[in-house]
């Protein structure tokens, strides 16, 4: 007959064998899991119910317009004008070289694709995921990017006599080539410079730390539409005469200004993330500070806020429309620009530039979104890994 004791030190034990209990699931049917998703409260129940009535009350009307009731051929435009007439996608088409690349001439497009599939490539190689281990063809994909590359397109874009490729102002360059350059400024600039902002805010150096602490705290405290003023008109005036600064490199530098500031408190948050005995244990193998900051501190930083990485890059791409502000056309401005064509003066021809341009950030921010959960995935993954 089992029974019950008391062990030494108030401990209490039971001689009882414990019952046999089935094996826990592996995993819910997805019924359930849709349910404790979507119905697992009475809130969230009445909430799922709302949602669910406003799509279907909107979808209807949206697909009319988009699809069933679009205009998809439209030669000379007269068909968009028709009385109910849904989404002229003829308008799109036929502006759409236009709002790829703007107004740069039309003989040397060709340097535009050239430059643009090249960096795709490359971008590709470099975020193509792969199996755990080391990558040695990783550090060259990132050097061919971030240094032979932007010279590479600098030559395209602009042109150089030398190698037979005629100059091609800035002023001619826009729409969606000249947005993706903008982004791409911003993103490579703003890494490297907001890392060393955060390190210097975080410097034991009291002149470093101010002159890192009042730059980010003036740069966040002021809009962007601000500091792009202040870049286009203000910059020419701490420079010599002598010197001149092209039109959009004023932008580009404003841009990456600013997304460095808020670049630099998002890495500033992963450098307080990582425990205090990383940086002891670096020491105690006789890492310098630079070799600990580089092999030990900041990998495990940036991997604590990649999310804050990913969320600052697709603000920042968003955020590319307002150089239109100072006269530069991007994507948005191509678009605006285009609506006023009187060939083109349709009721709807508005409303599809701006569903157009919608659905191009929106393609470009999801998929953004969804590689920087993939490689949280693939993180956790390796991290589960290395515990077990």
């Known amino acids: 007959m089992a029974s019950n004791s008391i062990a030494p030190g108030g401990t209490y034990l039971s001689h009882k064998n414990a019952p046999v209990l089935p094996p826990p699931k592996q995993k819910d049917a997805w019924w359930e899991r849709l349910r404790r998703s979507f119905f697992g409260t009475p809130l969230s129940a009445f909430l799922t119910l709302l949602s669910s009535g406003l799509i279907l009350w909107l979808t209807p009307d949206l697909l009319r317009f988009v699809l069933f009731d679009a205009v998809w051929n439209a030669p000379d435009g007269e068909a968009c004008r028709v009385p109910g007439a849904g989404a002229c996608w003829a308008f799109v088409w036929h502006k759409l070289p236009y709002f790829i690349f703007g ?65 091609v102002d800035t002023d001619l360059w826009g729409g969606i080539f000249l947005s993706l350059v903008v982004a791409g400024v911003g993103i490579v600039v703003s890494m490297p410079l907001g890392i060393i902002l955060a390190l210097g805010r975080r410097s034991s150096l009291p002149v470093i730390a101010l002159a890192s602490t009042s730059f980010i705290e003036f740069v966040r405290g002021v809009p962007m539409i601000t500091v792009l003023f202040m870049a286009n008109f203000m910059l020419p005036l701490f420079l010599p005469e002598t010197v001149h600064i092209d039109r959009l490199s004023r932008p580009l530098v404003g841009v990456a200004l600013f997304a460095s500031a808020y670049m630099a408190e998002v890495v500033r948050g992963g450098l307080q993330a990582v425990p205090k005995g990383q940086y002891e244990g670096s020491a105690a193998l006789g890492f310098t500070t630079w070799q600990s900051l580089r092999l030990v501190i900041l990998p495990q930083a940036i991997v604590h806020v990649i999310p804050g990485i990913v969320n600052t890059f697709i ?74």
Request: proline content about 6%; aromatic content about 12%.
């Open 103 to 167: 107004s740069y001439p039309e003989h040397e497009r060709w340097r535009v694709v050239v430059t643009l599939v090249l960096g795709a490539l490359l971008l590709a190689w470099l975020l193509w995921p792969q199996k755990m281990g080391k990558h040695p063809d990783k550090p060259f994909a990132a050097a061919l990017l971030f240094l032979v590359y932007p010279l590479v397109a600098l030559v395209l874009l602009l042109g150089a006599p030398i190698f037979g490729l005629p100059m």
């Open 315 to 388: 603000g920042l791409f968003k955020d590319t429309t307002l150089v239109a502000i100072v006269g530069i056309f991007d994507f948005l401005r191509t678009v605006e620009t285009a609506r006023l064509d009187p060939v083109w003066a349709g009721p709807t021809i508005s409303a599809t530039g701006y569903l157009f341009a919608a659905l191009f950030y929106g393609t470009i921010c999801f998929g953004m979104s969804r590689y920087s959960i993939g490689i949280e995935r693939r993180l956790a993954e390796r991290k589960k890994g290395r515990v077990a």
